[in-house]
DNA sequence: AACGAGAGACAA
DNA sequence: TGTCTCTCGTTC
């Protein structure tokens, strides 16, 4: 029987099956390979090899050419990406396009010639000369090929770059003082062989660019396309960090295991003496971040290891490069985000997840993949060692890691003030708000205040008839911006100015109504503190702040964005403005992440520890009391118990898995008909009527002009939810199907 | 994802 | 009847 291959692509699609390219060896499972697709070629991943009875190969094509001659991507990650893929109950190939940082979408060189002794002259291709295939007809290419009389090559397109190169050699022509600078030029020319431009060649032959370009005229020089250099690999910019002081006893196990409480700094150095081992022992780690800000400082605090860096800045020649490097250097540290989790890493030993409870971690495209998920499963198939670092021992991590795996050092202690807005007036800012304001203002310091939103307010509306403007494609209240006087969906970007009147009374008071946004809250300081500077920092408007890192006085108004900032020097004050939205998410981690969020606060300024005034309906908020007790660590484990507890008691994850199945269409009636349509399909595959929770329209019941509807799925094993969802269609009687593995977003659930 | 086939919607 | 748009099924 002859053997096939699996060919994987990046597409919605799981592996197809491919004769191996003719005349050529079989080649490894990780290599990529050119196959024929829709008139072209494309790259795929051999993923598998499989026997195919004889009959069968007659149906079959066959791929074009590889690219590889060994792994593209390790066997060991082929098989994680399949694991990865079957736990997020997508198609391997999304899986592929989502995790894959390179390789996969190279312009190609596709040439084809007559194979030895086919003698095509009448299809116009010669047996010596490679053909360009694009010229050929693609019937005739398919033809060809299935018969055996075809030869091709398949290559990726290198990059080249225009330079100058010397043609000639200095002839009398160029003799004489008027021709000094020419002849200084071509001369040099020939001793460094190329020059990236005519003005560089000037420059560093010290004559003037028309001596140059004389020179080009006349011939004895001229432009020439060569291959671009390999481009430098990505490095960490800023300054190599002395890791804090940290007790031996904080350093993670060798086999799994967590390092939670401190600040970030403090959790990095504590796991540096195991990288070392890891290191010293021939093992490579993996190291994860949740987003690309936390890239520089992690970076240097890891300077002192052998430290490669991969992330979405990279472009895609230095992820190429490095993905070639990686397997031939020795052991090494590799930082990135979830794009370096299928890097080909020479002995991998461990899998370092670093604020492995971060939202960030949740893809929003393609599988909506949890990344640390797709990293225990990577650690799983590599055999390594997997170890979680985060602020606070969350229930998830308490359920994953025990307690004796688990290594901690003490909580940030922060400096809270918690101002309760129940009657109070001056909205959104509380009094005690401003008083701190005002003082900071007179000692010329610097304050950070936070709003749940960019924009003016939540909402737009009248104040006596109800009415608030909405979007006329989702089912969402538009936001005011004031200040450049419209009315914005941050949803699907439908923008409108405010109207006039109300559109249902006739009112004439339109006012900005519930939640305060970043425009609202600097007025209001500008307003209540004259002569103090005022930032803005959200999506919207991003202001130079380099007067404050310079140490210079003022506030930043900003949503999460600032969380992302560099350290501000002189910092006094945080300002959270609205403490409840996030206890009052729609998700039964909201009080949890409530909890990481003021955490995260006192990583702005940790020697500093500036004043934390949070302004809530709830100041009695379980939450708040935990952080407020000093030392906090007893009463914020007794918070995480009961999370855990609760979590237990409604039946949530870790105690059960969960997913989130939604269906969208244009109109309401196919996406709840195909709801119901996807509840039955769960029933005969075997699911009881209590594992389905719903159907129901979705929170948001229409976005972007399309329905929503949605159902849970929640069973006791993982194993049960990949079999109950393994192969469900992508369209459901006119409607689109969404799954959402280890969704973010429960919502009420419970009830 | 990207293509082609087939079904409706609309104008002439 | 032609042309445009949208939906649906297929890709080894």
Request: some cysteine; proline content about 8%.
């Amino acid at each position: 029987m002859p053997t096939a291959l699996e060919v994987l692509l990046p597409l919605p699609l799981e592996p197809l099956t491919y004769l191996p390219p003719l005349a050529r060896p079989l080649g490894p499972i990780g290599a990529r390979v050119a196959v024929p697709w829709q008139g072209g070629v494309r790259i795929g991943l051999v993923v598998g090899h499989r026997e195919v009875p004889a009959g069968r190969g007659l149906e079959l094509r066959e791929a074009v050419d590889w690219l590889d001659a060994r792994p593209f991507l390790s066997a060991m990650a082929v098989d994680a990406l399949k694991r990865i893929a079957r736990y997020a109950a997508a198609p391997t190939g999304v899986v592929l396009a989502g995790l894959a940082p390179t390789g996969f979408h190279q312009a190609l060189r596709w040439e084809v010639r007559a194979a030895q002794g086919a003698g095509l002259l009448a299809a116009g291709l010669s047996a010596d000369e490679w053909t360009d295939a694009a010229a050929v007809n693609v019937e005739l290419l398919e033809l060809l090929r299935s018969q055996g009389l075809l030869d091709e090559r398949v290559e990726a397109e290198l990059r080249t770059v225009r330079v100058v190169v010397p043609r000639a050699l200095a002839d009398e022509a160029l003799e004489g003082a008027r021709r000094a600078n020419q002849r200084a030029a071509l001369e040099h020319l020939w001793s460094v062989e190329q020059a990236d431009s005519a003005a560089a060649l000037a420059r560093d032959s010290d004559v003037p660019e028309s001596a140059v370009r004389a020179l080009i005229e006349k011939g004895y020089a001229e432009y020439a396309e060569v291959p671009a250099p390999a481009p430098a690999l990505p490095r960490a910019t800023s300054e190599a960090e002395l890791p804090p002081e940290v007790a031996a006893e904080a350093v993670p196990p060798e086999g799994d295991g967590a390092i939670v409480g401190g600040l970030r700094r403090d959790r990095l150095a504590a796991l540096l003496p195991r990288l070392q081992a890891d290191l010293d022992a021939g093992g490579s780690v993996l190291v994860l971040v949740p987003e690309h800000a936390y890239l520089e400082e992690t970076a240097a605090i890891l300077a002192g290891l052998p430290l490669q860096i991969l992330a979405g800045d990279a472009d895609d020649e230095q992820r190429m490069r490095l993905f070639e490097e990686l397997p031939d250097g020795g052991p090494v540290v590799l930082l990135g985000t979830y794009l370096a989790l299928l890097a080909p890493l020479p002995g991998l030993a461990r899998v370092v997840v670093l604020e492995s409870a971060s939202s960030s971690y949740k893809l929003q495209a393609g599988a909506r993949l949890f990344v640390p998920a797709a990293a225990a499963l990577l650690a799983d198939a590599a055999g390594a060692a997997l170890t979680l670092s985060e602020a606070l021992a969350g229930p998830d991590l308490v359920a994953r890691v025990s307690a004796s795996d688990r290594r901690s050092l003490p909580l940030p202690r922060l400096r809270l003030h918690v101002a309760d807005v129940n009657g109070a007036g001056n909205w959104p800012l509380h009094p005690d708000l401003i008083t701190v304001l005002r003082q900071v203002e007179a000692r010329e310091r610097q304050a950070v205040l936070l709003a749940p939103r960019r924009g003016y307010s939540a909402a737009l509306g009248c104040p006596d008839c109800g009415w608030m403007a909405g979007c006329p494609n989702c089912d969402l209240t538009l936001r005011y911006h004031r200040q450049d006087g419209t009315l914005r969906c941050h949803q699907c970007g439908y923008e409108q100015a405010p109207p006039a009147l109300c559109p249902e009374c006739g009112g004439t008071d339109l006012q900005p109504l519930r939640g305060a946004g970043t425009q609202w809250v600097a007025s209001q300081v500008a307003k209540m503190l004259a002569s103090f500077p005022v930032y803005r920092f959200d999506r919207d408007r991003r202001d130079d702040l380099s007067a404050l890192l310079a140490g210079g006085p003022g506030v930043v108004v900003g949503t999460t964005a600032v969380l992302r900032l560099p350290r501000l020097p002189n910092i006094a004050l945080v300002g959270v403005t609205l403490f409840d939205t996030h206890l009052g998410r729609a998700d039964f981690r909201a009080e949890e992440e409530a909890l990481r969020f003021l955490m995260q606060l006192a990583e702005f300024a940790p020697e500093r520890r500036p004043l934390i005034v949070v302004q809530t309906y709830q100041p009695d908020h379980p939450v708040l009391e935990a952080v407020l007790a000093d030392p906090p660590e007893a009463s914020v484990e007794v918070a995480i118990g009961r999370l855990l507890e609760r979590r237990r008691r409604f039946a949530y994850p870790p105690f059960t898995a969960l997913a989130k199945l939604q269906l969208t269409a244009r109109t309401q009636s196919v996406a709840s008909n195909a709801a119901a349509a996807l509840a039955d399909e769960l029933l005969r595959r075997g699911a009881s009527t209590d594992e389905i929770l719903g159907p129901a329209p979705a929170p948001v019941a229409r976005v972007k002009g399309q329905y929503a509807f949605q159902l849970f799925l929640r069973v006791n094993a993982e194993d049960r939810r990949e079999t109950l969802l393994d192969g469900l269609p992508a369209r459901l009687g006119g409607a689109r199907l969404h799954v959402d593995v280890d969704p973010r977003d429960v919502g009420a659930l419970i009830e």
